[in-house]
C-alpha cells in the first residue's frame, strides 16, 4: 500500500536522487563557499527588505522579501540529515541566520520613535499571536515542499517560496519587538517561526523517509530515524500545547465578546441613535465602547443582560465616545 502511494506521489521517473537532494538542501556539500555566500547575501537583502515591509506596514514589500528569502534551504536539509542520521551542519546555519534577521531588525527599528504602537501595524499585530492554525498551515507547506524538492518536474523556486513565506517575516517582527523593548509581542513572534521551523522539520522528514531516502541501516529495519521522529515528535507537542492553549482561548474570547456586543445592544435599544461600535478585552476586563448623543441607561441592567452569557467575575467598563468611562461592576455580582 505504502509503495503504491510512494509511486502516485512521486513516479520513480522523477524521482532525485540522494546525491542530488544532498547537493540542493546541504550547504556544507559541494561548492560550499559559492553556496554560503549566496545564502548569506540573499538572507541579509531579504532580511533587509522583509524589515522595511514591515516597518511601511507594506504587504507587497513583505512579499517581495518572501520570494528571495533562502532560510527553506537549511531547515530541509535538517530533515534530511535526521533521516539520514548523519550532521550535515544545517542546524548550526538555521541558528546563525536566526540571529542575523533579528538583529537587522533590532537595528532597522531603531528608526520609530519611542511611542510607536507597534499593534497599530498589521504587519506586526498578525505575526505576534500565534495560533494552532497557522501551525496547520506550516504543516502543509512543508509536506508539499518536500514532496516539490523530490520530484524533477517541479520548479526548484516553488517551494523555496511556499517555506519561505513563514520564516523572515516572523523573525523580523521579533527583532523589531526587541529594538522597541516589546518583550511578550517578540516572544509571540518568536513562538511561530518556532511552531512554523518544527512543522517544516517535521513534515520534512516524513516524507524523506516515506520516499526512501533514510538511512539503510534503519530503512531495513523499517523504523527510518527512530530516535530522530521521537524528539521531533516531543519537541512538536511542545509547540502545540501552547498553541492550542492560545486557540481555545481566542476562540472564547471572540465568543464573550460576541455575546457582550450583542446584550449591550439590547441595553441601548430604547436610546435614540445610540450604538455599540465595537467590544474588547484589555487586561483581563471587558470594554464596551459606545456611542450615545444623552445619557446611558443604569449600568446594572447591562450586567443584568450579561449574567448567564458570560462568565461570572469578568469586570465590565463603558467607554463612551465623548471620554467618560463607567466601571459598571463585575458580571455575577
Given at each position: ?62 512579499i517581495g522579501a518572501m520570494i528571495i528569502a533562502p532560510l527553506s534551504t537549511p531547515i530541509m536539509g535538517i530533515a534530511l540529515g535526521s533521516v539520514q542520521r548523519r550532521r550535515t551542519g544545517s542546524i548550526t546555519v538555521v541558528l546563525l541566520a536566526c540571529l542575523l534577521v533579528i538583529a537587522i531588525g533590532m537595528l532597522m527599528s531603531l528608526v520609530l520613535p519611542a ?219
Amino acid at each position: 500500500m505504502i509503495s503504491k502511494v510512494r509511486a502516485r506521489v512521486l513516479p520513480a521517473s522523477q524521482r532525485r536522487t540522494l546525491d542530488e537532494l544532498t547537493e540542493d538542501l546541504i550547504l556544507s556539500a559541494g561548492d560550499t563557499t559559492a553556496k554560503r555566500s549566496a545564502f548569506w547575501t540573499m538572507l541579509t537583502l531579504s532580511a533587509v527588505i522583509a524589515a522595511g515591509g514591515v516597518l511601511t506596514d507594506s504587504t507587497a514589500t513583505v512579499i517581495g522579501a518572501m520570494i528571495i528569502a533562502p532560510l527553506s534551504t537549511p531547515i530541509m536539509g535538517i530533515a534530511l540529515g535526521s533521516v539520514q542520521r548523519r550532521r550535515t551542519g544545517s542546524i548550526t546555519v538555521v541558528l546563525l541566520a536566526c540571529l542575523l534577521v533579528i538583529a537587522i531588525g533590532m537595528l532597522m527599528s531603531l528608526v520609530l520613535p519611542a511611542d510607536y504602537d507597534l499593534l497599530s501595524n498589521s504587519q506586526i499585530s498578525s505575526r505576534t499571536a500565534p495560533t494552532l492554525m497557522d501551525l496547520v498551515a506550516a504543516l502543509a507547506t512543508g509536506l508539499a515542499g518536500a514532496v516539490a524538492l523530490a520530484r524533477r518536474d517541479v520548479g526548484a523556486v516553488l517551494p523555496g517560496v511556499a517555506i519561505a513565506i513563514s520564516l523572515v517575516p516572523p523573525l523580523v517582527v521579533t527583532g523589531v519587538c526587541l529594538g522597541q523593548l516589546s518583550g511578550w509581542l517578540a516572544l509571540g513572534a518568536l513562538a511561530l517561526f518556532v511552531s512554523n521551523l518544527f512543522a517544516l522539520v517535521f513534515a520534512g522528514m516524513l516524507v524523506f523517509a516515506s520516499l526512501g531516502y533514510a538511512a539503510d541501516a534503519d530503512r531495513a529495519a523499517g523504523r527510518p530515524g527512530r530516535k530522530a521522529y521521537v524528539a521531533m515528535a516531543v519537541l512538536f507537542a511542545v509547540v502545540v500545547v501552547p498553541l492550542a492553549a492560545d486557540t481555545t482561548a481566542t476562540l472564547l474570547l471572540n465568543a464573550w465578546t460576541g455575546r457582550a456586543k450583542d446584550a449591550a445592544q439590547q441595553w441601548l435599544a430604547d436610546e435614540p441613535d445610540a450604538t455599540v461600535t465595537h467590544v474588547d478585552a484589555q487586561s483581563r476586563t471587558l470594554h464596551i465602547h459606545v456611542r450615545t448623543p444623552g445619557d446611558l441607561p443604569p449600568v446594572r441592567a447591562l450586567l443584568d443582560r450579561l449574567d448567564g452569557r458570560l462568565p461570572d467575575g469578568i469586570p465590565i467598563v463603558v467607554d463612551v465616545q465623548r471620554g467618560r468611562r463607567i466601571d459598571a461592576g463585575k458580571v455575577g455580582d
